[in-house]
């Protein structure tokens, strides 16, 4: 694989949780949404910059809960969640909890907070590193709660940073569409930068037509086939293990920390959706 390039590939299922997978299918036609005609204009509606104490529970839920997904080892705990000079910390530590080994930490909006096509998303995040750490911020549809399986209510899901921790400067940015379990998906990865030292910022633009991604400000994907439809919430979480990321091995260092600077979601004023 030529790291500097954008690649798009398909991938084995795996189900709700920062995932990735599926096939390609054919093109579907978004009912009743009008293509955007003129430049976006972005207008931030709300942020969350994270400058308090403790976690506002008007914009998230932090997670409680043994995690029934995708073969996931941790437990997820609000202990694990907290606000620590500016940012929102989400830590994973190798610890007995819940009937797990390991805890981490998940927040989701729920119906507090929504987005759909017209907004756009952007995240401030420094990422945790190693085997078996399974770093995400993503959206997805607002029954699913982060402990099992959505079933039919999933997807929509659009993934906009989701890095397995042996592969630290490797990004995948996915939307999924369909029914369960007949889903599809569509993925794109982009490499050849240093995520993995500092904060870095990714984003996703959606519009009726197109999907778009950015990381530091540079467009890294854009995608304009079976675009997701849906009102969808926000969620930030790291995983430990799973199809996806693999267990952690005697090289994963404990505890890890993804950090986020801030949450900032935008609507387009130029356009009518």
């Known amino acids: ?19 990735y997978s599926g096939t390609t299918g054919p093109t ?18 709300w942020a969350d910059e994270f400058d308090g104490t403790t976690l506002d529970a008007a ?15 941790e437990y997820y705990t609000p202990s694990d969640v907290y606000l620590d000079n500016g940012s929102l910390v989400l830590r994973s530590q190798q610890r007995a909890m819940g009937g797990r080994s390991y805890t981490s930490g998940e927040v989701r909006s ?13 995240w401030r995040t420094q990422i945790p590193t190693g085997k078996g750490i399974w770093p995400a911020n993503w959206l997805v549809n607002t029954p699913c709660n982060g402990i099992t399986g ?4 999933w997807p929509p899901e659009i993934d906009v940073m989701e890095i397995r921790g042996s592969l630290p400067d490797d990004n995948l940015m996915t939307h999924w ?12 990865e982009y490499a050849g930068v240093a995520l993995s030292s500092g904060y870095h910022t990714y984003r996703v633009e959606w519009f009726a037509d197109s999907l778009l991604w950015y990381i530091d400000g540079t467009q890294r994907a854009k995608h304009t086939s079976n675009i997701t439809v849906g009102n969808l919430q926000l969620v930030m979480n790291t995983a430990v293990g799973g199809d996806f990321a693999g267990s952690p091995d005697g090289s994963t260092v404990f505890p890890q920390y993804h950090r986020l600077d801030y949450v900032r979601v935008y609507r387009d004023t130029a356009n009518v959706y």
């Open 1 to 19: 694989m030529n790291r500097a390039a954008l690649v798009t590939f398909a991938a084995a299922i795996v189900a709700c949780g920062g995932a």
């Open 28 to 45: 579907r036609t978004v009912p009743n949404v009008p293509a955007a005609t003129k430049a976006a204009k972005w207008e931030l509606v």
């Open 59 to 73: 914009n998230w839920i932090a997670v409680d809960g043994a995690v029934n997904v995708n073969n996931e080892l």
């Open 110 to 122: 729920g119906t507090n907070r929504t987005v759909r096509i017209g907004n756009a998303v952007e």
């Open 150 to 153: 959505c079933g039919g209510a």
């Open 177 to 188: 569409w369909g029914t369960y379990p007949g889903q599809q998906h569509e993925t794109s």
